[in-house]
């Protein structure tokens, strides 16, 4: 694709042309965690499974070693609400964010990346001496309405789930399941939390803090009780004249 073609506002089917597929039709999709941005997967999509993808809102691959279209979670019913497609600067790989009804991995983990290789020390130190300061840029070039963004899309999303159920999605599993199933869920998810701050794991704690969130909305939704006026209410115990 040309750089003059990259400076306009290019329509679904102007990109679609512009793909450039391999030898094979394909191009590789690394899939993210539209919330936490973990990174969960990575698979191909050939233009099949990607126009698939565009109509559904579902991420849809091609499977090489079966040859065949294949429908994250349409067996498990662990889908992917797609949030955004992206395509980088050379147009032969996709980034797709998403919203997961559960794990991406066959074996139940979260992300297919769960397995690390040890760095040697002196790399560990440099990650670690960057990461207050990555952090600190992050959130000088992000306003607070861009924060918390993500809080409305996923209120967004879990309410369309209550009300057209797909089949085989989590969250319309939990909604049929009813409030006593979603109470549990908050209280085993309140107590992986706990277990990983007493842990000193920041890592494990950042996403089951993610896992909590996302089951209070659900229960928030279910009550029939907005996120803003919990918003509401933090704002008006912020505003409220301290006594100490």
């Known amino acids: 694709m040309s750089q003059e073609q990259g400076k306009k506002e290019l ?3 102007e ?5 450039r597929w391999n030898e094979a039709g394909l191009l590789p999709a690394v899939v993210q965690d539209a919330n936490t941005l973990e990174v969960l997967m990575f698979a191909y999509m050939n233009e099949e499974s990607l126009r698939l993808s565009l109509e559904s809102g579902q991420t849809w691959f091609w499977s090489r ?7 994250k979670g349409g067996t498990s019913g662990n889908t992917q609400g797609i949030t955004s497609i992206h395509y980088d600067c050379d147009s032969d790989t996709l980034l797709v964010k998403v919203v997961p009804e559960g794990p991406a991995c066959h074996t139940g983990e979260t992300s297919c990346f769960f397995r690390e290789i040890p760095l040697n020390r ?5 990650l670690d001496a960057g990461k207050d300061a990555q952090a600190d840029t992050a959130a000088a070039n992000l306003s607070d309405a861009q924060r918390f963004a993500v809080l ?6 879990i309410a369309e789930r209550e009300v057209e159920r797909p089949e085989g999605a989590y969250t319309t599993y939990l909604f049929d399941k009813g409030v006593d199933k979603i109470l549990k869920k908050v209280g085993e998810e309140a107590s992986e939390t706990i277990i990983a701050a007493k842990n000193k794991d920041n890592a494990e704690l950042r996403l089951e803090i993610s896992d909590l969130i996302y089951h209070l909305l659900v229960l928030l939704q279910e009550r029939k009780l907005p996120l803003d006026e919990i918003m509401e209410e933090l704002s008006a115990r912020h ?5 100490d």
């Open 11 to 13: 329509t679904q089917q």
């Open 152 to 157: 409305g899309e996923l209120e967004r999303v």
């Open 122 to 126: 002196t790399v560990e130190v440099a």
């Open 239 to 243: 505003e409220r004249p301290r006594r």
């Open 15 to 19: 990109v679609l042309e512009g793909i």
């Open 65 to 71: 070693s079966r040859s065949e279209l294949w429908h």
